[in-house]
Antibody
Framework: QVTLRESGPALVKPTQTLTLTCTFSGFSLSTPGMSVSWIRQTPGKALEWLALIDWDDDKYYNTSLKTRLTISKDTSRNQVVLTMTYIDPLDTATYYC?????????????WGQGTLVTVSS | VLTQSPGTLSLSPGKSASLSCRASQTFNSGLLSWYQQKPGQAPTLLIYGASKRAPGIPDRFSGSGSGTDFTLTIDGVEPEDSALYYCQRYGGSPPITFGQGTRLEIE
C-alpha cells in the first residue's frame, strides 16, 4: 500500500526558511523511473508544481521559484525534503507531495493529504 | 502553458459537462492527465494518457483530444461531481504543468 505524508511547521514567520518533509511507504525512490514532487495550492487558487526529484537524484524546479527551492531525498529513510527560503505571506498554502512513476505512467497516482503552512509575523 | 475553460461551469444533475484544456504547444496525448479535487481533499487521478480512466473511476467520466486540445467529459453529472478539475502535462521544461482549473457546480 502506497502512502505519502507531509510534515512541517504550521506557522512560519516571513523571511524564514521553510522545511517540509514527505515520508512515504509502499515504494522505493531507488526504483528506476520513480519520482516524488512537491505541489502547493494557495487558498482559492490552482495547483502549482514546485519541484521534483527522481530515482537518479535528478532535480527539477518551478522556473519562477527555483532560486528559493531545494529538494533532496533520503532513500534509506523513504523521505523527500523541500526547503524554501525567504518565506513570504504569499507562500501561505497547502503543500502536497505526490508520487509519479514514469514506468507506471506520466501522472501523480498517489498524493499525501497535504499540510497547511501559514506565513505570518 | 495549459489553459482550462470555462473557469466555472454550473449544471443541473443529469446534464453533460465538457471541460477544456488547451496547450500552448502540441504534445503527446499520453502525457495528459485529469484530476478531481473536492474541498479539503488532495486531488485524485481521473484520467491519464488523455483518455484512460483511472481504476475505480465511473464510466461517466471520459477524456479525449490530441495535439493541443483536450477535453474531459462527464455524462450525466451528479451532485457528488461538484469539484475542481485540473489537467496536467508531463514533459518539457518545466517537467510538470497544471492548468488553472475548472470549478464544476452541480445545482
Amino acid at each position: 500500500q502506497v502512502t505519502l505524508r507531509e510534515s512541517g511547521p504550521a506557522l512560519v514567520k516571513p523571511t524564514q526558511t521553510l522545511t517540509l518533509t514527505c515520508t512515504f511507504s509502499g515504494f522505493s525512490l531507488s526504483t528506476p523511473g520513480m519520482s516524488v514532487s512537491w505541489i502547493r495550492q494557495t487558498p482559492g487558487k490552482a495547483l502549482e508544481w514546485l519541484a521534483l526529484i527522481d530515482w537518479d537524484d535528478d532535480k527539477y524546479y518551478n522556473t519562477s521559484l527555483k532560486t528559493r527551492l531545494t529538494i533532496s531525498k533520503d532513500t534509506s529513510r523513504n523521505q523527500v525534503v523541500l526547503t524554501m527560503t525567504y518565506i513570504d505571506p504569499l507562500d501561505t498554502a497547502t503543500y502536497y507531495c505526490a508520487r509519479l512513476g514514469v514506468a507506471i505512467g506520466y501522472y501523480f497516482d498517489y498524493w499525501g493529504q497535504g499540510t497547511l503552512v501559514t506565513v505570518s509575523s | 502553458v495549459l489553459t482550462q475553460s470555462p473557469g466555472t461551469l454550473s449544471l443541473s444533475p443529469g446534464k453533460s459537462a465538457s471541460l477544456s484544456c488547451r496547450a500552448s504547444q502540441t504534445f503527446n496525448s499520453g502525457l495528459l492527465s485529469w484530476y478531481q479535487q473536492k474541498p479539503g481533499q488532495a486531488p485524485t487521478l481521473l484520467i491519464y494518457g488523455a483518455s484512460k480512466r483511472a481504476p475505480g473511476i465511473p464510466d461517466r467520466f471520459s477524456g479525449s483530444g490530441s495535439g493541443t486540445d483536450f477535453t474531459l467529459t462527464i455524462d450525466g453529472v451528479e451532485p457528488e461531481d461538484s469539484a475542481l478539475y485540473y489537467c496536467q502535462r508531463y514533459g518539457g521544461s518545466p517537467p510538470i504543468t497544471f492548468g488553472q482549473g475548472t470549478r464544476l457546480e452541480i445545482e
